[in-house]
């Protein structure tokens, strides 16, 4: 069943065409990595897709509903971790409920049991809740992207959208970030979308690929499409051969590895 439908999704910033006519259409629970260059239209698309950019053309519907506005069963990650350093996981965590339990309550942590509850549950989604305690200030770049996820958790998504979470790690945080992020999507159903720059990273953990170049959709298949040649199309000049190892990404694999770890 279609769950989310995007049909002739057209975004222009003055004369830059950031989106160009995109459509498609995923289904409930699909994790959907988007692929391209820099500037190809990633984070516009992941942006109207949760409602913080109005489309200049076309619609997008979640659930039946149109997307006008942010609304609370669409949450979003964001590269920078947007974490507050000076507070432990576990408040960071917490704060994911503001759209629920409002911002009084979140400021004086007046969150009731069942919020709690989530916030410790969400944490030990990501494998941190050992850290629980620990100030995000002191932990490294992948937990607190980690502390990101769980925070996005605890708003009950029904969608998640990580606008390139593991840009700014190295290689081994990244796909543990990702392995994470692959298992909290699968355990509570979700249908994700994840915009990425690391080919081989995309390939270990994606279920289906949407390359964009240019805004336009260029590719949209699952991962025994993504070959090689799809991969030049989408990157052009950029030597891709050392992006792309060929079957060593079983993703199921790839997220037991890291749970088990
Ligand atoms: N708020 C904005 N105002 C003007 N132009 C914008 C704005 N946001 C994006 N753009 C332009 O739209 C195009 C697509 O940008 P977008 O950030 O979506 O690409 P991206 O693929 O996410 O890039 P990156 O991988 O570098 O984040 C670019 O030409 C960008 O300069």
């Known amino acids: 069943m279609t769950y989310i439908d995007v049909d002739g999704l057209t975004k222009r910033f003055g004369d830059t065409v950031a989106l160009d006519d995109v459509s498609f259409?995923?289904?409930?629970?699909?994790f959907v990595i988007?692929?391209?260059?820099s500037g190809s239209g990633k984070s516009t698309l992941l942006r109207t897709l949760s409602g913080l950019l109005s489309p200049t053309e076309g619609d997008i519907t979640i659930a039946g509903e149109p997307?006008?506005?942010p609304?609370?069963?669409v949450a979003m990650i964001f590269q920078q971790h947007n974490i507050i350093g000076d507070m432990t996981?576990?408040?960071?965590?917490?704060?994911g409920g503001v759209h629920r339990s409002g911002l009084l309550s979140s400021v004086l942590q007046l969150q009731d049991d069942e919020e709690k509850h989530r916030a410790l549950d969400a944490l030990d989604t990501v494998g941190?809740?050992?850290?629980?305690?620990?100030k995000a200030r002191s932990m490294s770049g992948g937990q607190q992207q980690r502390v990101g996820i769980a925070r996005a958790l605890v708003q009950q998504p029904e969608v998640l959208l990580a606008d390139?979470?593991?840009?700014?790690?190295?290689?081994?945080?990244?796909?543990?970030?990702?392995?994470?992020?692959?298992t909290a999507s699968e355990d509570r159903g979700l249908t994700t979308f994840c915009s990425l720059h690391q080919v081989n990273i995309a390939r270990?953990?994606?279920?289906?690929f949407i390359g964009l170049r240019e805004g336009k959709k260029v590719f949209d298949g699952y991962r025994d499409e993504l070959t090689i040649d799809v991969i030049d199309d989408l990157y052009g000049d950029i030597d891709t051969e050392g992006m792309f190892v060929s079957d060593d990404g079983d993703a199921d694999a790839a997220v037991d590895g890291v749970a088990s770890t």
């Open 89 to 95: 996981a576990y408040s960071n965590s917490l704060s």
């Open 164 to 182: 390139e979470p593991v840009a700014s790690l190295d290689p081994g945080s990244a796909q543990s970030v990702m392995g994470y992020l692959r």
């Open 25 to 30: 259409e995923v289904p409930d629970g699909e």
């Open 67 to 69: 997307v006008v506005d």
């Open 71 to 73: 609304r609370p069963e």
């Open 204 to 208: 270990k953990f994606g279920h289906r």
């Open 128 to 134: 941190l809740l050992d850290e629980a305690e620990q």
């Open 34 to 37: 988007v692929l391209g260059v």
